[in-house]
T-cell receptor
Framework: AQSVTQPDIHITVSEGASLELRCNYS??????LFWYVQSPGQGLQLLLK??????LVQGIKGFEAEFKRSQSSFNLRKPSVHWSDAAEYFC???????????FGTGTRLKVLA | ETGVTQTPRHLVMGMTNKKSLKCEQH?????MYWYKQSAKKPLELMFV???????ENNSVPSRFSPECPNSSHLFLHLHTLQPEDSALYLC??????????????FGEGSRLTVL
């Protein structure tokens, strides 16, 4: 069965520092991959997506992610974090040909001024 | 309105009440979803509808009853709930693409508290 692991429950970074959030998945083939962000009391907003092609994906708000097939990873990065990036981030895996999406447990990001 | 709209945003109900959550999408998508988000747990897929037909029922208790009258509207009817059903219920939609479903677009959720 497919699964998604976000090993870091909480991450704290200083404003202006770089950020990397980790995501590992378990799936027999190449899945669809997504990162979402959720602010308190809000729904999830799509940051970026990977279906196929270029393994480095650019998203909104200056985020990017790289699909590494050999490591079954899809880590999210941002070169310089802003205070407004403080939120919870979810990695998700979609099973091609279905409507099934599996979400990780999330990483809560805190940004220090 | 744009995007995915959920009402009500907050709902408090007793275990013997009957209530409904409503979701409407204005994106022209053909698939709609209900997810449950509980503290410290991953999002749980509850139901999926594609062109009004239910395609997924993720072993959800019968006290949750979905209804999808058309591709733009989705309801979740609630009856005789338990306190452990208290959670944020998220509606999402997607557009079918070659190879399956596209990315999900979420509403802001309905926060349910069962007393």
């Amino acid at each position: 069965a497919q699964s998604v692991t976000q090993p870091d429950i909480h991450i704290t970074v200083s404003e202006g520092a770089s950020l990397e959030l980790r995501c590992n998945y378990s799936y027999g083939a190449t899945p669809y991959l997504f990162w979402y962000v959720q602010s308190p009391g809000q729904g999830l907003q799509l940051l970026l997506k990977y279906f196929s092609g270029d393994t480095l994906v650019q998203g909104i708000k200056g985020f990017e992610a790289e699909f590494k097939r050999s490591q079954s990873s899809f880590n999210l990065r941002k070169p310089s974090v802003h205070w407004s990036d403080a939120a919870e981030y979810f990695c998700a895996v979609g099973e091609p040909g279905t409507y099934k999406y599996i979400f990780g447990t999330g990483t809560r990001l805190k940004v220090l001024a | 309105e744009t995007g995915v709209t959920q009402t009500p945003r907050h709902l408090v109900m007793g275990m013997t009440n009957k209530k409904s959550l409503k979701c409407e999408q204005h994106l022209g998508h053909n698939a709609m979803y209900w997810y449950k988000q509980s503290a410290k747990k991953p999002l749980e897929l509850m139901f999926v509808y594609n062109f009004k037909e239910q395609t997924e029922n993720n072993s959800v208790p019968s006290r949750f009853s979905p209804e999808c009258p058309n591709s733009s509207h989705l309801f979740l009817h609630l009856h005789t709930l338990q306190p452990e059903d208290s959670a944020l219920y998220l509606c999402a939609s997607s557009q079918t693409r070659t190879g399956g479903a596209g990315e999900l677009f979420f509403g802001e959720g309905s926060r349910l508290t069962v007393l």
